[in-house]
C-alpha cells in the first residue's frame, strides 16, 4: 500500500507499536502526526476507550512523535486542522 503515490493513509494508534511499519509508511510520502491533547481526544464509541487511555497515550505519544515527519497540532476547527495538514504535507512532498 505504501508504494502507490496519491494516497491519504489513515492508520488506526497501534500502527507505530510495530517498528517495521516505520519504513513502510515512510518509503513514498510524509507522516503527518495530528497532536492533540489526551484531554480533548474523543473517547465515546473508540475501540479502546474501555481501556486506560492514559497509559496507552504515555506509551505511544513518544512513538507518534518519532514516526511523524510532520507535527500538526489538532486543537483547532476541523477547516483549520485540514488547511495545516495540507501546508505540511506541500513543505514535505512540494507542489
Known amino acids: 500500500m505504501g508504494k502507490k503515490p496519491g494516497l491519504v493513509i489513515s492508520t488506526g494508534g497501534g500502527c507505530v507499536t510495530r517498528e517495521e511499519n516505520y519504513f513502510y509508511l515512510h518509503q513514498n510520502g510524509a507522516?503527518?502526526?495530528l497532536e492533540r491533547?489526551?484531554?480533548l481526544l474523543e473517547r465515546?464509541?473508540?475501540?479502546l476507550s474501555g481501556g486506560d487511555l492514559g497509559?496507552?497515550?504515555e506509551r505511544r505519544f513518544p512513538l507518534y512523535r518519532r514516526f511523524a515527519g510532520r507535527?500538526?497540532?489538532?486543537d483547532a476547527p476541523a477547516e483549520i486542522v485540514a488547511k495545516n495538514v495540507l501546508e505540511a504535507a506541500y513543505e514535505v512532498i512540494g507542489d
Open 31 to 33: 507522516v503527518i502526526f
Open 37 to 39: 491533547s489526551l484531554h
Open 44 to 47: 465515546e464509541g473508540r475501540p
Open 55 to 57: 497509559a496507552m497515550y
Open 71 to 74: 507535527i500538526v497540532q489538532n
